[in-house]
C-alpha cells in the first residue's frame, strides 16, 4: 500500500489544494500524460489531487480514493473530477466549432451559444483576446505568446462569463 504504512507520513489533515485534469491539453483520443497515486501507488490517475500537509513540506499527487481517505470527505473530490470531466467536454464542444479567418483584418473568430469571439495578432507578434466587449492582451499579467494559448484563454473567458451570466440567471 505504499506510503500509506510508511512511518512519519499521517493519514489524515491534508488539505487538497488543487485538482489537475491531467487530460487538458490532450488530443482528443491522444496519449494522455497519467500519473502514479502517490499515496497507493495506484498508477494511471487522469485527475491529479494535489494534497498538503501542514507536517509536511511536498505535496503530494493522489487518486480521488487516497484523497477521500485522506481528507475524511467522502463528497468533494469525487466532485471536483465530475466538475473537471464536464468542463473538460464542454471544451470538447467549444474546439469543435472551427475559427473562421478573415484575411482581411487577420483576425480568428467563432460564434458560440450565441457570442462572437475573436482573437488577433498584435504589432508586436502578441496575440489578443476579444470578447463581450473586452480586449484582452495579456492575462494574468503574461503576455500571450501563442495561438493555442489565445485559444485557452478564450474558452476560460468565456466559460467565466457565462457562468456568472447563468448565476445571476437563477
Ligand atoms: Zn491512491
Not at 47 to 60: G, I, Q, R, S
Not at 74 to 103: D, G, H, I, T
Not at 141 to 167: G, M, Q, S
Request: aromatic share 14%.
Amino acid at each position: 500500500m505504499g506510503e500509506w504504512n510508511r512511518e512519519g507520513i499521517p493519514h489524515k489533515g491534508w488539505k487538497c489544494i488543487d485538482v489537475i485534469d491531467l487530460a487538458e491539453y490532450s488530443e482528443p483520443g491522444g496519449e494522455i500524460p497519467y500519473e502514479q497515486c502517490e499515496m497507493c501507488g495506484n498508477e494511471k490517475i487522469r485527475f491529479a489531487h494535489v494534497m498538503k500537509h501542514p507536517k509536511l513540506p511536498d505535496e503530494f499527487h493522489v487518486g480521488c480514493i487516497c484523497a477521500e481517505k485522506m481528507t475524511e470527505d467522502y463528497v468533494n473530490p469525487r466532485r471536483c473530477e465530475n466538475e473537471l470531466r464536464n468542463r473538460a467536454s464542454r471544451r470538447r464542444n467549444f474546439n469543435k466549432v472551427q475559427w473562421r479567418y478573415n484575411p482581411e483584418k487577420e483576425t480568428y473568430s467563432k460564434k458560440y451559444k450565441g457570442e462572437y469571439i475573436t482573437i488577433m495578432k498584435s504589432r508586436y507578434e502578441n496575440w489578443g483576446v476579444f470578447f463581450a466587449g473586452q480586449r484582452i492582451w495579456d492575462f494574468e499579467r503574461h503576455k500571450i505568446r501563442t495561438f493555442e494559448e489565445a485559444e485557452n484563454i478564450a474558452f476560460y473567458i468565456f466559460e467565466k462569463y457565462h457562468t456568472t451570466r447563468e448565476e445571476r440567471e437563477y
